[in-house]
């Protein structure tokens, strides 16, 4: 028979795990005993370059994965449940073979706030209030079921996600347990840079030959691949949205 949690159980549990995800990040951004990894193709160096750029001017350092096309995965290699993403596999081996105490994984296309390393240093509670890095309401997208009304402007919530499909970005401990809590608005979001739209994915093959005038990158504020030319001059960073 199973065991039906209370909520003030639940509530507990929530407030337990974000403590540990909040030391899982400190850990990473703080310590030089934890690691990042990006995982991208070797042929798309486009996307190599723009996110070896934004690491640098924000101050995080990266360790490159080669990423690897699902077509190459026979089907009797597949774990069961598990779909080709043999980038992440050769990711989390890496992690058990060298007894990496803690990771980053992150895709190439991945974009995050200028204030990043401020931003993963608050979290400290369920609600993260008075961020002004968030977006207006009115700019968020996804999320689906938040009821944004019922959170004060500038605060970000921190929840225990129903699966991590599609996850942007997510942290990892030798042994393996995935942190099974998100924030929203994202910290880490994915970016789509001006040009052909066609390149943005090298899984869909969508877009033909149409072209995006203006990059963007939903629900982050403050862009820093949108800002990386200001940053490498100097200038203060501005906001993608004005209003």
């Not at 199973?2 to 507990?12: N, Q």
């Not at 337990?16 to 899982?24: D, I, P, R």
């Not at 090298?202 to 877009?207: R, V």
């Given at each position: 028979?199973?065991?039906?949690l209370g909520?003030a159980?639940a509530?507990?549990?929530?407030l337990?795990g974000v403590?540990v995800?909040?030391?899982?990040?400190?850990?990473?951004?703080h310590?030089?005993?934890g690691?990042?990894?990006a995982?991208?193709l070797a042929?798309r160096?486009?996307?190599?370059d723009?996110?070896?750029?934004?690491?640098?001017?924000?101050?995080?350092?990266i360790?490159?994965?080669?990423g690897?096309r699902?077509?190459?995965?026979?089907?009797?290699?597949?774990?069961?449940?598990?779909?080709r993403k043999?980038?992440?596999?050769?990711?989390?081996?890496?992690?058990?073979?060298?007894?990496i105490?803690?990771?980053?994984?992150?895709?190439d296309?991945m974009?995050?706030?200028?204030?990043l390393?401020?931003?993963?240093?608050d979290?400290a509670?369920?609600?993260?209030?008075?961020?002004?890095s968030v977006p207006?309401r009115?700019y968020?997208?996804?999320?689906?079921?938040w009821?944004?009304?019922?959170?004060p402007?500038?605060?970000?919530?921190?929840?225990?996600?129903?699966?991590?499909?599609?996850s942007?970005a997510?942290?990892?401990?030798?042994?393996?347990?995935?942190?099974?809590?998100?924030?929203?608005?994202?910290?880490?979001?994915?970016?789509?840079?001006?040009g052909?739209?066609?390149?943005?994915s090298?899984?869909?093959?969508?877009?033909g030959?149409e072209?995006?005038?203006?990059?963007?990158?939903?629900?982050?504020?403050?862009?820093?691949?949108?800002n990386?030319?200001?940053?490498l001059?100097?200038?203060?960073?501005?906001?993608?949205?004005?209003?």
């Amino acid at each position: 028979m199973g065991v039906l949690l209370g909520p003030a159980y639940a509530k507990h549990l929530l407030l337990a795990g974000v403590l540990v995800f909040s030391a899982t990040w400190f850990f990473l951004v703080h310590t030089e005993h934890g690691s990042i990894f990006a995982i991208g193709l070797a042929d798309r160096t486009d996307k190599c370059d723009a996110l070896s750029l934004i690491s640098a001017v924000t101050g995080f350092t990266i360790t490159w994965i080669d990423g690897v096309r699902g077509s190459t995965v026979p089907d009797k290699a597949l774990p069961i449940g598990w779909d080709r993403k043999g980038g992440h596999m050769n990711t989390m081996r890496r992690i058990v073979d060298e007894g990496i105490t803690s990771a980053l994984i992150m895709e190439d296309d991945m974009d995050w706030d200028v204030s990043l390393k401020d931003r993963l240093a608050d979290f400290a509670g369920v609600l993260i209030g008075g961020d002004a890095s968030v977006p207006p309401r009115h700019y968020r997208v996804g999320n689906a079921g938040w009821k944004w009304d019922e959170y004060p402007d500038n605060t970000r919530v921190v929840y225990v996600p129903g699966d991590n499909i599609c996850s942007f970005a997510y942290a990892l401990s030798h042994t393996g347990a995935k942190r099974a809590l998100d924030v929203v608005p994202s910290l880490f979001v994915h970016h789509r840079p001006r040009g052909r739209v066609s390149g943005d994915s090298d899984i869909n093959n969508g877009g033909g030959d149409e072209f995006r005038e203006v990059g963007t990158t939903e629900n982050v504020l403050y862009s820093t691949r949108l800002n990386l030319a200001r940053l490498l001059k100097g200038e203060k960073p501005v906001k993608q949205w004005d209003d």
